[in-house]
């Protein structure tokens, strides 16, 4: 069984940070690709970064600049600092690993979602 839990969501002015964690856990054997996705109310889930397991980041263009995705490999660990945030970012994000587990192929886990609530 695999895991994958985030925390670190909540509410926060305009102009301030959040920094989410998601931690993988179980029976795994590697970690591949981390990312982040967020889905805000009445629209789509959509990309916000990812992260290789050798360090490569990508992010799409409305967060660049003011999010930073990283990792922790030793505690299978992806991190999502979140700065100048804008109330447009209002979504429940949702973190996500591609894992091997032993004698298995590579899949995504999802995570259950936390909510990042930008308001004044």
């Known amino acids: 069984q695999v895991q994958v839990v985030e925390s670190g969501g909540g509410l926060v002015q305009p102009g301030g940070s959040l920094r989410l964690s998601c931690a993988a856990s179980?029976?795994?054997?590697?970690?591949?690709?981390m990312g982040w996705y967020r889905q805000a109310p009445g629209k789509q889930r959509e990309l916000v970064a990812t992260?290789?397991?050798?360090?490569?980041?990508n992010y799409v263009y409305s967060v660049k600049g003011r999010f930073t995705i990283s990792r922790d490999n030793a505690k299978n660990t992806v991190y999502l600092q979140m700065n100048s945030l804008k109330p447009e970012d209002t979504a429940v994000y949702y973190c996500t690993a591609d894992i091997a587990r032993a004698g298995t192929s590579v899949r995504s886990y999802w995570g259950q979602g936390t909510q990042v609530t930008v308001s004044s």
């Open positions: 992260i290789t397991n050798g360090g490569s980041t």
């Open positions: 179980g029976s795994i054997d590697r970690i591949y690709g």
